[in-house]
């Protein structure tokens, strides 16, 4: 079993090669990632493309920020919401004071 972290990042080609040579080993390559981060730099998109063809599997719950408004906020930022993401860092105290 092959585990890529980040695999949003990995282009296209790079993941052909790890595919040929998971298959060719009898292995299994394992994807993890998120499509709405950061992308690869070179040609890419295999990650969201197999998560809208392929069952995946997905974190429901954020643990790393500790309060509510701060997840909610991020999950804002996460679908495009930035204007509801800045309000929400604004309104708790969360902005560089000196812009």
Same mark, same amino acid.
């Given at each position: /079993? ?6 949003? /990042? ?43 063809? /392929? ?45």
């Amino acid at each position: /079993m092959l585990v890529i972290d980040e695999a949003a /990042m990995v282009g296209t080609k790079a993941l052909a090669r790890l595919f040929d040579a998971a298959d060719a080993g009898g292995s299994r390559l394992i994807l993890v990632g998120d499509p709405h981060q950061l992308q690869s730099i070179e040609a890419g998109g295999v990650l969201r493309g197999l998560e809208k063809r /392929m069952p995946t599997i997905g974190l429901t719950e954020n643990r790393r920020q500790r309060h509510a408004w701060e997840r909610v906020a991020l999950a804002d930022l996460r679908a495009g919401e930035v204007g509801s993401f800045l309000t929400a860092y604004q309104a708790n105290g969360r902005h560089d004071r000196r812009a």
